[in-house]
């Protein structure tokens, strides 16, 4: 591996830590669970640009977010629809589609 790949490697893992930290310290005890746990489950295996949308998740206000998770058409389409539904299935509030 070259010393930039290392770098993108050791940059995607640390907002890897920083994404897992921000889920689980949100500031409502719901919240802190539902995209604690997720995150700790699904940040391995997410690509640069899914991690992005993520980021970008994680920014929203709670009240937000339990909106969309109770209410996902309200998302539906939008580029963090995706990640509801991804949210949603692991928590099993909705069927895995095949």
């Given at each position: ?9 050791s940059?995607?893992?640390?907002r890897r ?10 500031g ?6 539902m995209?604690?746990t997720?995150?700790?489950?699904s940040?391995?295996a997410?690509?640069s ?7 970008r998740l994680l920014?929203?206000?709670d009240?937000d ?12 389409g ?5 990640l ?6 692991f ?7 095949p």
């Amino acid at each position: 591996m070259s010393g930039a790949e290392g770098e993108r490697g050791s940059g995607l893992d640390e907002r890897r830590r920083r994404a897992i930290w921000r889920a689980s310290h949100r500031g409502t005890k719901e919240m802190d669970i539902m995209l604690g746990t997720f995150a700790r489950a699904s940040l391995a295996a997410m690509d640069s640009a899914t991690l992005a949308r993520f980021e970008r998740l994680l920014a929203l206000s709670d009240p937000d977010l339990i909106a969309w998770v109770l209410a996902p058409e309200l998302v539906e389409g939008s580029e963090l629809g995706e990640l509801i539904g991804a949210l949603r299935r692991f928590h099993k509030l909705e069927p895995d589609t095949p």
